[in-house]
DNA sequence: TAGTGTGTTTCTTATATAGGTCGTATCC
DNA sequence: GGATACGACCTATATAAGAAACACACTA
């Protein structure tokens, strides 16, 4: 069972801001600080998505937890910007799904340095003084995997669920091959 | 040597995972 | 003062974005 804990996308709208009038439009929601970054935030409320806009118009979304409120919230942040005249709805250029973190169990403690040779020394990363999960990078994957010891895993990289739980089923299979499941 | 141009790195944000370290607080 | 407990933060992973700070190469 795989579970979407972040998903990150990203959009453009066909506009430059000055984000310091923006900012002033939208109120509390929006925080604009210069001196720290140049990106201007914008959170709905304190367990919403958070928003980074830049003057050139592109922006971020990150911190759903859901491909689908991912994109409810996109709809959300245009609705806001239309609503204020900051933009129209013809400005809205394209949005994607850049990067899904996700979580996964297998329910069984791992021993991670029999995995890290069981899955190949050239495919994984395990330094357990450094940090203590294995990353596994195969190159059929385009998602790496985070495994800890505890059997729980997190998964990263991809913009596909699809592709994620696909990942997940080859890492079940290798673990059932190597018979450390 | 100084100035300019180009390229690279860092910063920031979200999020789970878990081990280690550090600082602070409480108790004896 | 010493021992223990607890929280915060660091480590790593992916991704987008723009700006600033660098490093390095080249020309005058």
Not at 37 to 61: A, H, N, Q, W
Not at 78 to 105: H, K, M, P
Request: glycine share 8%.
């Amino acid at each position: 069972m795989v579970e979407v804990v972040n998903a990150v996308g990203s959009g453009f709208f066909d506009r430059e801001f000055d984000l310091s009038v923006v900012a002033g439009d939208l109120g509390s929601i929006a925080n604009f600080d210069p001196d720290n970054y140049p990106g201007m935030y914008i959170r709905f409320s304190e367990d919403s998505p958070l928003v980074t806009v830049y003057r050139t118009g592109k922006y971020i979304v990150t911190g759903a937890d859901s491909v689908d409120g991912l994109h409810e919230f996109n709809e959300k942040l245009i609705g806001l910007f239309c609503d204020n005249g900051i933009i129209e709805r013809n400005d809205v250029e394209w949005f994607e799904v850049q990067n899904l973190v996700c979580t996964t169990s297998f329910d069984k403690d791992l021993n991670l340095s029999a995995l890290a040779i069981g899955l190949g020394l050239e495919q994984t990363e395990y330094e357990p003084e450094q940090f203590p999960g294995l990353v596994y990078r195969n190159p059929s994957l385009d998602s790496v995997i985070l495994i800890f010891s505890t059997g729980k895993a997190v998964i990263t990289g991809s913009s596909d669920l699809d592709e994620v739980e696909a990942a997940s089923d080859h890492l079940v299979d290798e673990l059932a091959r190597l018979q450390l499941n």
